[in-house]
């Protein structure tokens, strides 16, 4: 592979020859109740799928639910009816994102950028089509060759909650900063829309336990953890750590690194040496 072309102006095809068709889609029929969904979500946001991809009856993808519908619905509708009267399409972001083998890694992060969601879908041999997320795109961040280190990423101001902050305040809190994951004040604890989704549908029956969602408190939720690192890694580095993470998320001094900031990096012009294998 040529070491002068910036990894932004290659094809998937040629950073990922053997893997980009890997990630299979996790999907869902529509007709499909939200519940049913909430279950798959809280098992795969911030995985190599992230995003549930919809089917209409000739199993053609028609849409895409993730965090990010769920939040905005339970804003909208903080009941139980959200989960057991609504259908996965009338909450679902019509019009996945579709690449090919052929689309350049630029043109793939300007459509996240555009769609505000780290997800793609790409046709793949066995006739339906496979995932491509944020966490896929460790794969390439793992195998370029950069001096470039966490500190020359852009830092970012931690967004905090404090254990008696309501659902409510948190959700808006979430959206208001573009963040999906919160940290609890002086730690490096954190709340995710993973988390919230996991404990309304493990803990509060869909919301059948409660009738005031958005006041209820968010210390029945249980955090996870960055992981803290001590030394200034390397690109390639961070990323195969945040690759061997269920939940990729990596704290370094004043620095917070999740996989969309190596998304972004690997536009940068100065990034050109790679090795496939």
């Not at 053609?60 to 519908?69: D, Q, S, T, W, Y």
Request: aromatic residues 8%.
């Amino acid at each position: 592979m040529s070491q002068d072309v910036p990894i932004s102006e290659r094809i998937l095809g040629e950073l990922l020859p053997e893997r980009v068709t890997w990630s299979l889609c996790i999907h869902i029929d529509k007709g499909k109740e939200v519940w049913v969904v909430t279950g798959m979500l809280s098992q795969y946001l911030e995985s190599v799928t992230d995003s549930v991809i919809v089917r209409d009856e000739e199993h053609n993808p028609i849409g895409v639910i993730g965090g990010k519908e769920i939040m905005e619905n339970l804003l909208k509708n903080p009941t139980s009816n959200l989960f057991y009267g609504m259908k996965v399409e009338d909450i679902m972001e019509p019009d996945p994102v579709r690449v090919t083998k052929n689309t350049k890694y630029k043109d793939l992060a300007e459509l996240w950028k555009g769609r505000g969601r780290a997800y793609a879908i790409i046709p793949n041999e066995w006739e339906f089509c496979s995932a491509i997320s944020a966490q896929k795109i460790l794969e390439i961040g793992m195998r370029c060759k950069t001096n470039l280190v966490i500190s020359d990423l852009p830092k970012k101001q931690p967004i905090t909650f404090k254990k008696d902050d309501t659902f409510g305040y948190v959700i808006n809190s979430m959206f208001e900063n573009k963040a999906r994951k919160i940290l609890l004040e002086d730690s490096n604890q954190y709340l995710s829309d993973r988390l919230i989704i996991e404990t309304i549908s493990e803990k509060m029956k869909h919301l059948r336990e409660t009738d005031d969602f958005l006041n209820d408190p968010v210390d029945i939720v249980e955090l996870e953890e960055a992981k803290v690192i001590s030394d200034d890694l390397k690109i390639n580095e961070v990323s195969k750590i945040m690759y061997d993470m269920a939940h990729p998320f990596v704290i370094y001094k004043d620095w917070l690194v999740t996989p969309w900031d190596i998304c972004k990096v690997l536009l940068s012009p100065n990034i050109t040496e790679y090795t496939v294998k």
